[in-house]
């Protein structure tokens, strides 16, 4: 079956420095969106991409999507302590058109002030 | 300002009792999923569901898991009999749109159930 992977899942890092999780998928995707899930929290929808070689910007966060329409990453500049959470990508699971979604297993993100 | 409510936030249970978990979509939304998500893992799709119908419950375990939408009141997932491996955080989400669109998912906060 479909396979949705992410690394790594889990990044320590000192706040100002840089942070990037990949996401791979074993199949094409229709289109890949991106959720944040504080400690204790909900995911919370970041983002949607859609067309191949895509490149989206909110504020200091940089999300990607593969020309193959397989991968993605999500690229945050100078991490605040405030994005501390784990990031999930996720994809239509097996070509369906609704909000049946495979999620990878997320990136832990850690923020030493 | 309702999002995607969802109740009990938490639940305790011991083997073998039944585990009744709410949802109701935000308003406007006719459409429900529920999720699952044990520590540390990423969420697994259970089932989707429209007022009064099914429309995919493929990742829904065959037995002792039942979920509906009613015409009027909430989405209910349903665990009978329940094993300590039932144990983790149901998400249910809600989203504007229908077939045709993958859109955004609006999540719940979750209800969190403790099997002992």
């Known amino acids: 079956g479909q396979q949705v992977m992410q690394i790594p899942q889990y990044q320590h890092v000192q706040e100002g420095e840089d942070f990037t999780t990949y996401c791979n998928s074993s199949t094409t995707l229709s289109n890949i969106q991106w959720y944040k899930q504080r400690p204790g929290g909900h995911p919370v929808f970041l983002i949607q991409l859609v067309k191949s070689g895509e490149v989206k910007k909110q504020k200091r966060l940089t999300f990607q999507f593969g020309e193959a329409k397989k991968n993605s990453s999500l690229h945050i500049t100078a991490t605040q302590t405030t994005d501390v959470g784990t990031y999930f990508c996720?994809?239509?699971?097996?070509?369906?058109?609704?909000?049946?979604?495979?999620f990878g297993q997320g990136t832990i993100l850690t923020v030493h002030p | 300002n309702a999002g995607v409510m969802q109740n009990p936030r938490h639940l305790v249970r011991r083997r073998g009792q039944e585990a009744r978990l709410r949802c109701s979509p935000m308003?406007?939304?006719?459409?429900v999923y529920w999720y699952r998500q044990l520590p540390e893992e990423g969420l697994k799709f259970m089932v989707y569901?429209?007022?009064?119908?099914?429309?995919?419950e493929s990742g829904m375990p065959k037995e002792r898991f039942s979920a509906e939408f009613p015409k009027e009141g909430p989405s209910i997932l349903r665990i009978q009999q329940v094993v300590r491996g039932d144990s983790a955080a149901y998400f249910c989400?809600?989203?504007?749109?229908?077939?045709?669109?993958?859109?955004?998912?609006?999540f719940g906060e979750g209800s969190r159930l403790t099997v002992l």
């Open positions: 569901l429209q007022k009064e119908n099914i429309i995919d």
């Open positions: 989400a809600s989203s504007r749109s229908g077939t045709g669109v993958t859109g955004e998912l609006f």
């Open positions: 308003k406007g939304h006719s459409h």
């Open positions: 996720a994809g239509p699971a097996g070509g369906t058109s609704y909000g049946k979604l495979t």
